[in-house]
């Protein structure tokens, strides 16, 4: 282990000690009542990188804030965050630094990893990228019968999918005229549902597919890709339409995108189609590189140079922002005391425009998959909590959805809630500008009354007398706010550059490496076992019982059919 890493544990810590104190004296503390101080919105608003933050519908004071400063002190954080930039080897279990934060140095700056520079390569395999890009843009990126390229499905998941699916989804307004003649998708589901319905609709001839897997060994990515290799073969080859040879079929269909060059050489995939990045990239803070040649697709590469831009922005403030004025920070801490002082397990996070609708899915995986795990770095069992249970959806729909619960049900919940400040203004035609500027403010009165409604319950309106039961509103559930000047490629970058350092503070004060995901692999080999079960129809005698049944109702309904 990183001897740097052995410090105090947290839970003995003096300031942890403190806070549990502290958080007995705050108990019975409504949120109402710390809104009697008028200055309390300035006071706990930061600012950085076009986002601003407003932590003060969380239910803290200002001691609150500086006993959780205390306590990231005595964790080391600022130690943590240079070395995270620094590239020393933060990911200890398997022993490599975690540069998600490289793929977005410019050009003139330099970072010397085990000796070498890593930025000169990281902008090669920008260029490397921009070129294919401009290839499919300019329709000189033919398929097997000479016809450009018109549909491109993006084959991975996880990591290798909500990313570049969430941040396309995100940028869709920012779509140069130049990438029209190509339609991005996205097919992830191990069960092909997403793909078959792609196949049904699309062109061979016009139709390329990107396996991007860092480990090109995801048998969700390698079941579709072998689906997509089929289909092209038995379209434009077996078919013999020109004919057409595997060989050009998988030069002119497929680009691959991974860590493992053999791998996808041994796969079928050309070496120039190949697009490789290091394994020092964690596949869920990938979507910066080559993972993120959809995006580049969609929005243009001068797009996602932008991306990359608005995200250096945020990095340059996490590393240079004292503590406590530190957004990353302050949003980390916030998390920590909801979740270790005020016993509250659930986070929903709730934007405020349609063009987030993945964001939600997207931190999901990055904030449980980094830091859902309950073994310190020395391999301690934690006895505090770690990661809440994170979901959400699209605000205004969660609206009509789970709302209910955030009022009026019994699970305290930690709400974040994310929206533009200024949308529409770029419409040309006026009365349309007019009307969907009408509802952009529709959707911020929304967003504001909601979360103002969670801090303050019944008192939010001004109506005389005891409320019945069921119209009650308790109130003092705890939010953050946070506003985008505007959402552009920009802001996007900084806000995911945001939660990623945010989820980086928060494991070093837990103690726990962000960057591995070994609650992951077990669940693929028990799959890969009960998977021959299946298709040989026997071995599964030494199974549980229920499992047993499962697998025999699905070997009496093949034999059915
Ligand atoms: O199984 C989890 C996981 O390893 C994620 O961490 C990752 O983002 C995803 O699978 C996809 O992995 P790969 O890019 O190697 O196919």
Known sequence: MNPEL????????????KLQEHAREMRTTHLRELFADQSRGAAFTWQAAGLTLDLSKQRWTDTTRHLLLDLAREAEVPQRIQALLSGERVNVSEDRPALHTALRLP????????????VPGVHRSLERMAVMVERLHSRQWRGATGRPIEDVVNLGVGGSDLGPLMVTCALVDHRPAVTHHVEVHFASTMDGSQLADYLKRFNPETTLFVLSSKSFTTIDTLSNARTARDWLMARLVEDDIRGVSEDLVLRQHFIGISAKPDKMSEWGIAEANQLLFWEWVGGRYSLWGAIGLPIALVV??????????????MDTHFAETPLEDNLPVLLALAGVWNVNFLGIGAHSILPYDGRLEHFAAYLEQLEMESNGKSATHDGREVSYSTCPVLWGQLGPNAQHAFYQLLHQGTQPVVCDFIAPLKRYDDVEDAATRDHLQAQHRLTLANCFAQSRLLMLGDDAIDEPGERPGHKRYR????????????????????????????????AAIWGINPFDQWGVE?????AGETE???AEGRGHETMDASTRALIEAVWKAERQT
């Open 6 to 17: 052995n410090h105090v544990p947290i839970e003995q810590a003096t300031a942890w000690r």
């Open 107 to 118: 050009a003139d700056a330099s970072l010397v990893v085990d000796g070498e520079d890593v």
């Open 475 to 506: 109130g003092n559930q705890p939010s953050s706010t946070l506003l985008l000047d505007r959402l552009t490629p920009a802001t996007l970058g900084a806000l995911i550059a945001l939660y990623e350092h945010k989820v980086f503070v928060q």
């Open 532 to 534: 021959r079960m299946l």
């Open 300 to 313: 243009g590469m001068a797009n996602f140079r932008e991306l990359l831009a608005g995200a250096h922005a």
């Open 522 to 526: 077990l669940g693929k080999q028990i």
